[in-house]
Every structure is written in structure tokens, then in C-alpha cells.
């Protein structure tokens, strides 16, 4: 029998003291939320919208995520990339494991590696 799926909204707020990383086009950080599976695989990510205005090294988002098939014990992926024209550079990364959002949720601040 198969395990039910869970739809898991997540609410990307903001990034504070970011990398001057583009020095063509400009700095447009997006993040990258995905769920890494129990044998390492990545399954489902979302995007938010990448700031391309304002204050791009303490950028804004304020979006919410919606994540398909997630199950408790799964960790989530955040990955701040910089968009440029041919591709997108890796600012850093974070991982959030289930137990300290599920079930009552997380608030707070994640360092980015």
C-alpha cells in the first residue's frame, strides 16, 4: 500500500548579507526549495521569483512554496542561487531536517553554507 503524499507550503521570507556575485547584469538572487529524500535524492523543488530591484544583497521575497509528495522524515533543500544570463551561480545552501518543522512548523533564520 502506498504512503499518502503531503503537500507542504513553505513561506521564503528574506536573505540578509549576500555575495556580490554578478558584476555584469546585476544581482538577482532566487531560492531554490526541494526535498531531499531518505537516500539522498532530490524530488520536488520550487522557485521563488528573483529579486531583481531594492536591496539585492538582503533581498525580499515574502513568497510561499507549495512542495508535492513530501513525507515526514524528509529534509528540505534551500539553495540561494544569483541568476545571469547564460546560467545561474550557487550563493549557498541550507538543510532544514523534518524534526524541526514537523508537525508545528519552523521560524527563523538558516546559515547558508
Known amino acids: 500500500m502506498a504512503v499518502p503524499s503531503n503537500k507542504l507550503k513553505v513561506h521564503i521570507v528574506r536573505a540578509e548579507g549576500l555575495q556580490h556575485m554578478n558584476h555584469l547584469t546585476g544581482d538577482h538572487p532566487y531560492v531554490a526549495c526541494e526535498i531531499k529524500r531518505a537516500d539522498g535524492e532530490v ?42 544570463l547564460v546560467g545561474s551561480k550557487t550563493e549557498g545552501k541550507a538543510l532544514l531536517p523534518s524534526e524541526f518543522f514537523h508537525p508545528h512548523g519552523f521560524q527563523g533564520m538558516l546559515a547558508i553554507i
Open 43 to 84: 524530488e520536488t523543488r520550487a522557485d521563488t521569483k528573483p529579486v531583481t530591484g531594492g536591496d539585492t544583497l538582503n533581498p525580499v521575497w515574502d513568497e510561499t512554496l507549495e512542495l508535492e509528495s513530501w513525507q515526514p522524515g524528509e529534509t528540505l533543500q534551500f539553495t540561494i542561487y544569483d541568476k545571469g
